[in-house]
Each structure stands twice: as structure tokens, then as C-alpha cells.
């Protein structure tokens, strides 16, 4: 079975913080995805990476950033946290087509 | 501007009976497209896809139906069952693109005992 793990399900952070949110796949898949969802708003791409060291924005990559380091890694970055990133965070990974998801990590920022 | 559109954020349906959810897409370049379902707290799971070079797959209780000329795919399931009560999110991707998803705003069913 596709193993995807993120490091924490809930996480409380202060405004201004630098907060890191860490996924970890075993398929050995090329493409890994960062998402946030919002009620009303559906799955909203971040960040894409298509290869180690590889990354292309998605549709909302301001206040982001990533770091795919090794091929089983993707971290997402908020460098200053701020209240409007409070949300759910979906990590995925795909070999071609069909993407596996992590748990999701619920992200408070107050 | 979105690219895959779920206009309808709710369905509720008998169980025993048809759930129809409908998913429309504006880019004529996307050659793979599949469903996902989602428990709250969860991550989505994968459901079942369609490439566009078909226009129907079928798994079990649940068939998706593409309409290229219509930029316009279905999922069907039949018969519907209270377990299916979930957010369902529909995605499209591309191959020049590297299969990045991109995903609709998501359509929740409730299946009524």
C-alpha cells in the first residue's frame, strides 16, 4: 500500500511564525503536491515538484515556499504565518496519474 | 478563473437510489480525469478515473461518464449507500503538465437511510 505521511494531524501556531509542514512518501513517486482546503473552496494547489529540487507554483503560492531535498520529501514552508492560512493541509504524491494523499494536518494560526 | 467546476455544493439522495455528481472542466487540454472521495479529518482517497480517450469506466457501484464535447464528466453510483455520505472532489490533469491535479470545489452527498 502508498504510504503517505505528514508529521502532525493538528498544530496551533502564533502570527509570525516560521512554521514547516513535513511529508513523507514510500512509493518512490516523481510528482508530490502540496493543497489546502477550504470549505467552499475545494482543493487549492500551493506547490507542485516533479523531480528533487524541481518545484513550480500552483495557483496560491503566496506566503509559501518549498523544499523537496530528496525524492521521498516535500516540505512546505509558511515563513511568516498569518491568520489567513489557517486551514486543512492535503500533502499527495503520483507516480503519472492517480495521487495518494496523506492524513492532512489541520493548521491554527493565532 | 477555475479550471474544473463543481456547481453543486450538496446532494442529497435516497438510499437504494441513483447518486448522479457533475463535474465540468474548461480546459480542452486535460487528458485525465478522476474522482476522489473525502471523510471529514481524512485525506481524500481515490475513487475511480477515465482517461479522455474513453467515455465510460466502470468499478463495482461506480461508473464516470466523460463528455469531451461537452467538457463535462459524471459520476454515478448506484445503489447509493449511507458509507457513501462523504465529499466527493472531482480532478483533471494533463500530460505536458506532468499530471499536476487540479481539483473542483468538491460536491458533499448525503445518502438518507
Known amino acids: 500500500d502508498v504510504k503517505v505521511t505528514q508529521s502532525s494531524r493538528y498544530l496551533v501556531k502564533r502570527t509570525g511564525e516560521k512554521v514547516f509542514l513535513e511529508c513523507v512518501q514510500d512509493?518512490?513517486?516523481?510528482?508530490m503536491f502540496w493543497y489546502r482546503q477550504d470549505p467552499g473552496l475545494g482543493l487549492r494547489l500551493i506547490y507542485f515538484?516533479?523531480?528533487?529540487?524541481?518545484?513550480e507554483k500552483g495557483d496560491i503560492p503566496e506566503g509559501y515556499s518549498v523544499s523537496r531535498e530528496k525524492k521521498e520529501r516535500f516540505s512546505l514552508i509558511l515563513e511568516s504565518a498569518s491568520t489567513n492560512q489557517t486551514s486543512m493541509y492535503l500533502c499527495?504524491?503520483?507516480?503519472?496519474?492517480?495521487?495518494?494523499f496523506g492524513q492532512g494536518t489541520r493548521l491554527t494560526v493565532v | 478563473d477555475q479550471q474544473v467546476k463543481q456547481n453543486s455544493p450538496s446532494l442529497s439522495v435516497q438510499e437504494g437510489r441513483i447518486s448522479i455528481l457533475n463535474c465540468d472542466y474548461t480546459?480542452?487540454?486535460?487528458?485525465?480525469f478522476l474522482w476522489y472521495k473525502k471523510y471529514p479529518a481524512e485525506g481524500p482517497t481515490f475513487l475511480i478515473s477515465?482517461?479522455?480517450?474513453?467515455d465510460k469506466n466502470e468499478d463495482g457501484r461506480f461508473t464516470v461518464f466523460l463528455n469531451k464535447s461537452a467538457k463535462h464528466l459524471s459520476l454515478h453510483i448506484v445503489p447509493s449507500q449511507p458509507g457513501d455520505s462523504a465529499v466527493y472532489f472531482c480532478?483533471?490533469?494533463?500530460?505536458?503538465?506532468?499530471?499536476?491535479?487540479?481539483f473542483g470545489s468538491g460536491t458533499r452527498l448525503l445518502v438518507r437511510p
Open positions: 499527495a504524491s503520483s507516480w503519472v496519474t492517480e495521487a495518494f
Open positions: 512509493m518512490d513517486h516523481e510528482n
Open positions: 515538484s516533479y523531480d528533487v529540487k524541481m518545484k
Open positions: 480546459n480542452s487540454m486535460f487528458d485525465y
Open positions: 477515465i482517461s479522455s480517450i474513453k
Open positions: 480532478a483533471a490533469s494533463e500530460q505536458r503538465s506532468s499530471y499536476k491535479l487540479i
